[in-house]
């Protein structure tokens, strides 16, 4: 059974830092393009960070410097290390995968992907 369960979420004050996990079953983390999506009240779903099979990695505008995507495949988890959160960082976190191959900027559509977790919620206070 295929699954993927995302933990790590939760409330804290601009500047501070969460480290969001999405633990997947039935696949092989290292051999998928992974990504991390996010959604707030009101608006689309959007590319937060991807990742492909060669550990190459993509950030969006918003979150470059600030955000750092990785896999540890000993554990066959996805990670998302956020620091520096700001108030707009507030959002419902998912994580998502799919077969790819290439440049991971080429997969940051979320409807590129087909499998995906239930979300963490992130909430930054000012």
Known sequence: QV????SGGGSVQ???SLRLSCAASG?????Y????????PGK???????????????????????FTI??????NTLTLQMDSLKPEDTARYFC?????????ALYT???????????TQVTVSS
């Open 3 to 6: 699954e993927l369960v995302e």
């Open 14 to 16: 601009a500047g501070g």
């Open 27 to 31: 696949y092989i983390v290292s051999n």
């Open 33 to 40: 393009c992974m990504g991390w999506f996010r959604q707030a």
């Open 44 to 66: 689309e779903r959007e590319g937060v960070a991807a990742i492909n099979t060669y550990d190459s990695t993509w950030l969006a505008a918003s979150v470059k410097g600030r």
């Open 70 to 75: 990785s896999k540890d495949n000993a554990k």
């Open 96 to 104: 998502a995968a799919r077969e790819c191959r290439g440049n991971p």
């Open 109 to 119: 559509n979320p409807a590129q992907y087909t499998d995906w977790g239930q979300g």
